[in-house]
């Protein structure tokens, strides 16, 4: 039928249909797709919500329950005779209490204006092996009592960076922890900096801990997502510290990329852009390392 010319004529209007019959095929196997898609992310989206919820009450309750009990103590001092030494313990620990209470807020507020485009960075030159060492130094009792060896390696000649102290310290205190948090006793984290061939800085953070599946890690990097969020979770948080981490790089022009194996561990990236000025260090050594341990 195609051979002759009656074929020859139809030709065309019969591979336009061909073509709109396969067009149509496409678009349905995308709207499958896409609904399929945001089937899953609508199911995640419920399952981190209620996670959130329950998680959330936890994460209020306790330091509200240690300042509510501590505080009444304290008002019953005149009647118990209370030592010095055991005021200033309850006093001490309301005011953790209330500094965690503070955090949480800080947090939601951080990814709340991250969320609707307001978050502004103070950014400055700075060097980012100062601030990593004070995040390590901060640390460090949280991994004693973990029992898991805590390092720290970079090179004495880094580059400067542009960007936020503040903030950059939170990334990276959020990523040390966590690699402590999920690294069971006799593990180690490993926290090391390089100075990549563009002047950038490379920061890695790596743990041989629980590690996460593909899945567990598409539900840490969502807002209030963590993996085993529910009831039987022992480990402290909200589930924002990722996410913020991530909003906080990208906002520095830089990038985090995480890769993790289940019982292995977890090896987080984080590629901050050289300094805006130029002209810095362009030209010193790469080799002088300087380690810390904990
Ligand atoms: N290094 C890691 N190893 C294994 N799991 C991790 C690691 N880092 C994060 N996760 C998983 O990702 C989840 C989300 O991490 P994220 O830092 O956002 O929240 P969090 O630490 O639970 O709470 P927050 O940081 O808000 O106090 C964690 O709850 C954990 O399940
Ligand atoms: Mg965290």
Not at 13 to 28: F, H, I, K, P, T
Not at 83 to 105: F, K, M, N, Q
Not at 240 to 248: N, Q, R
Request: glycine residues 8%; negative net charge; hydrophobic residues 40%.
């Amino acid at each position: 039928m195609l051979g002759n010319g009656l074929g020859k004529n139809k030709q065309p209007s019969l591979m336009n249909e061909y073509a709109s019959l396969l067009g149509d095929a496409v678009l349905r196997h995308r709207t499958r797709t896409a609904e399929h898609a945001a089937r899953i992310e609508a199911e995640l989206a419920s399952r981190v919500k209620s996670e959130f919820i329950a998680n959330m009450s936890h994460e209020l309750r306790t330091p509200l329950n240690t300042v509510m009990g501590f505080s009444k103590l304290l008002t019953e001092h005149e009647k118990r005779k209370l030592p010095d030494a055991e005021v200033v313990e309850y006093a001490r620990l309301i005011h953790d209490a209330a500094r965690h209470l503070l955090s949480v807020r800080d947090d939601i507020l951080d990814i709340s204006k991250i969320q609707s485009g307001k978050f502004t960075l103070d950014a400055r030159e700075i060097v980012l092996d100062e601030i990593l060492s004070a995040c390590v130094s901060g640390l460090k009792l949280m991994a004693q009592e973990a029992q898991v060896e805590l390092r720290f390696v970079a090179p004495y000649d880094l580059p400067h960076i542009t960007g936020d102290a503040v903030k950059l310290r939170q990334v990276f205190t959020n990523l040390i922890s966590n690699a402590i948090k999920f690294t069971p006793g006799g593990g180690s984290v490993t926290v090391e900096c390089l100075r990549r061939s563009d002047n950038g800085t490379t920061v890695r953070v790596r743990d041989t801990g629980i590690g996460m599946t593909p899945e567990e890690l598409a539900v840490a990097i969502t807002p209030f997502g963590q993996v085993d969020g529910g009831k039987n979770r022992w480990r402290e948080g909200t589930g924002l510290g990722l996410p913020i981490a991530k909003a906080l790089v990208e906002l520095h022009g830089g990038a985090l990329t995480i890769t993790s194996m289940k019982g292995k561990g977890t090896d987080v990236s984080v590629d901050l852009p050289p300094a805006t000025a130029s002209g810095q260090d362009a030209d010193a050594d790469h080799t002088d390392q300087r380690a810390f341990a904990q």
